[in-house]
DNA sequence: GAATGTAATGCAACCGGTTGCAAGTCAAGC
DNA sequence: GCTTGACTTGCAACCGGTTGCATTACATTC
């Protein structure tokens, strides 16, 4: 009794058309009415239409499920993202859609927060109905990605792991930038606000602060904002202040603006006693001060990584891929000339 | 030449193991092998234990696309919002998530970028592969949403459409108290900053600032903000400042955020000088000066609009739902007395 | 007019599972 | 010892499409 045609929801009454009714009602083979919708090129024109006049009649519709299972292809594919409330990922997949939509592929998503394990269960019901997949900062641990990747296509976003397909926002350069920039206006001493220890991203801007802090003579301390969000950037003020520091880099916009939300209840003035730099710029003007950040163009990583996908799918892919994008400082508001004395009380 | 083992990403020249496979090896049949998986009660655990054990040898995973096809449930609903970018959906999508996840389920998510071809189009292209859709802000048309409704159990966010469930985030007793609020403040006459003419929130909203301000003997104008978004609420500050208004409620905070950044730019203080008001929460204290707001919990709304999918796909859902979720004014620092006289230039 | 080629359609196997029913096994009950 | 029933497993049909190959019809060529 599994096609009990009043229950489900299938219609009122009314059993949802087959092939095979659409078959009897026009005189056609079964064969020839999945070529109508398929391959209408082997029939003749006359064929087609009045199998799909009839089709339509009956509301036919064919059966994707049942579509997939004899060709292998669903046309599906999954993102994973660690957090769709995370502004920085909004944007991107709303880009990985666009571009998965004009081929034609429905797209999962899956949040993980974060979680491990809540990202291979996620994995795990994904990949038996999709034909490839895209994992937005991965926590998975290499092992399980390599092993995944045997399976199905995959495309890594912000995570570096050796022969598999990956897209890497590469922040160094703006935040090498950044720290040339806060040099510039005089400070000597600033803070990283650092982000989750696993990810790949915080490790690149870290030693780019580092590196460039080093070269230029500048000190740094890190003090943590974890998990990253508004508000742990707005308690890392204190401390930040307490430390003595003039400027901080913080691991992404939503850190510093809570930062700066932390600054202005300490009664901190920005950029005016302290400056404060940005990442992702996925906030734009919208903080106060403008916020002066890294540009990303992380919506860009969701277009390639699809595009990237698309292509290992069909199978015109040779060796490995390691797409870079590139980021640059944009000097807005939130920073400015060190003060010329900060008061230690 | 269908499943050619060596091309198509599938393992690297080994063939996904299928239940024929296990069934050999194990030497039961594959009834057997399928019960060991769908319904373990009814088999000896050592006969269980030992098919499984030949499975994890071979790698074996159900395929969850054949399974589909003949049980005809998959496990997928779907999830269309208007715009994923918009702060508004990031928190509902995570809420539906976790409800699907809990479940079991995966989710199909579409952006239908407020364009109702497109929605319609991902609506063809999900519901032969899921078991119900989410439609949140829809902009089909009624005689559309019905039609898919007796195909799948189907739920509505923020549209009212008799006979189908729905969720509505009910933002009118919060507007009327935004109103009350500015009313108490000294504002005589207020402008409404409006969203998309078709959405079921932007009228509910406006009508409610209507009514609400017609009672306290409030004047209100109108200025649009389409599509809403940070820019074109930037953009409204000189038209609402040109009128005379001394307070403003945006049809979203979105709206309301760019209002902030408009006025600032014409150098008007807010709250001195003239009061915002947004709407939906979304954006916390993360504004400046901090939004009074009517806040919806929105989130709630992906989270109940899973439920009664769920209850209604189970069957167990007898006549039409209409859940209201309440709003509540949340008063911080973008609102103040009117002032005492507005030096008309 | 027979041989050859081409285009349209049908046959039947197949994709990888699920499941109603029947068959077989074994212990308990009479 | 035979019947009964519970429990475990297998058989085979089925889900709704796709596709390699065979068949048929018809046009072309010699």
Redesign the pocket.
């Known amino acids: ?3 009990d045609p009043d229950s489900g929801g299938e219609g009122r009454g009314s059993v ?1 058309p ?3 009714q659409v078959a009897k009602v026009s ?6 009415v ?2 109508a ?3 209408p090129e ?3 024109e ?2 087609v239409r009045h199998v799909k006049e009839v089709a339509d009649r009956l509301g ?4 994707q499920v ?2 997939a ?4 292809r669903h046309g599906n594919v999954a993102l994973i993202v660690t957090d769709v409330a995370n502004p920085f990922f909004p944007p991107l997949i709303r880009a990985a859609q666009l571009r998965a939509d004009q081929a034609g592929l429905c797209v999962f998503l899956g949040n993980s927060d974060e979680d491990p394990a809540r990202e291979e269960l996620l994995v795990g019901r994904f990949i038996g109905q999709v034909e490839g997949l895209v994992l937005a900062s991965s926590r998975l641990d290499e092992a399980h990605i390599r092993r995944y990747a045997t399976r199905r296509p995959l495309v890594l976003i912000n995570r570096d792991i050796e022969g598999i397909t990956r897209v890497l926002i590469d922040t160094a350069p703006g935040v090498a930038a950044a720290i040339a920039h806060l040099a510039e206006l005089g400070h000597r001493h600033i803070a990283y606000v650092s982000g989750p220890t696993t990810s790949w991203s915080n490790q690149q801007r870290r030693n780019a602060v580092r590196r460039e802090a080093e070269k230029r003579g500048l000190k740094v301390i890190a003090v943590p904002a974890r998990p990253p969000s508004y508000d742990t950037g707005r308690l890392a003020a204190v401390q930040i202040i307490a430390s003595g520091v003039t400027a901080a880099i913080a691991f992404d916009d939503l850190v510093a603006q809570g930062l700066l939300a932390g600054l202005a209840a300490l009664d901190v003035e920005v950029p005016k006693s302290f400056s404060v730099v940005g990442c992702d710029d996925v906030l734009g003007e919208t903080t106060y001060p403008p916020l002066t950040t890294v540009s990303a163009r992380c919506a860009d990583a969701g277009d390639v990584a699809v595009g990237l996908l698309l292509s290992q799918m069909s199978g015109g892919m040779s060796g490995e891929i390691r797409h870079k994008l590139n980021s640059h400082l944009v000097i807005r508001a939130s920073t400015g000339p060190a003060p010329v004395k900060r008061r230690s009380r």
Chains 1, 2 share one sequence.
């Open positions: 009794m599994k096609r949802v087959t092939i095979s005189g056609f083979s079964r064969a020839t999945s070529r919708f398929s391959r082997m029939l003749t006359e064929t036919y519709v064919p059966n049942a579509r299972l004899s060709t292998g």
